[in-house]
């Protein structure tokens, strides 16, 4: 049984940095694209970035690019989101997700495993 377990998230200022990590077990994990996703309250779940299964492509969403960085240990089977230069509008539950395939998506509904999230809050 698949099993996305977030961690890495907590309470800090506007400029600061955070590293997120999701352990990925159950699954062959370098057969899976590996993306984040967050929610703030009251909105819809959002893509941040993802990871191609041979880790060789990336892409981030316009709100994260250039302060972002994802990552992955295959020897760990873990996915990393280095957050830096964060800001309020960073503030929502981060979650890892795997697709069922190695090809890229930025769509939330192609994701088929997913974990129960990471609080990130940005405040001064």
């Known amino acids: 049984q698949a099993q996305l377990v977030e961690s890495g998230g907590g309470l800090v200022q506007p400029g600061d940095s955070l590293r997120l990590s999701c352990v990925v077990s159950?699954?062959?994990?370098?057969?899976?694209?590996l993306a984040w996703f967050r929610q703030s309250s009251g909105t819809e779940r959002e893509f941040v970035s993802v990871?191609?299964?041979?880790?060789?492509?990336?892409l981030y969403s316009d709100s994260v690019k250039g302060r972002f960085t994802i990552s992955k240990d295959n020897a760990k089977s873990t996915v990393y989101l280095q957050m830096n230069n964060l800001n309020s509008e960073d503030t929502a539950v981060y979650f890892c997700?795997?697709?069922?395939?190695?090809?890229?998506?930025?769509?939330?509904?192609?994701?088929?495993?997913w974990g129960q999230g990471t609080q990130v809050t940005v405040s001064s």
């Open positions: 990871i191609s299964s041979s880790g060789d492509r990336t």
């Open positions: 159950g699954l062959n994990f370098g057969a899976h694209a």
């Open positions: 997700a795997a697709r069922k395939t190695r090809s890229i998506s930025i769509t939330t509904d192609l994701y088929g495993y």
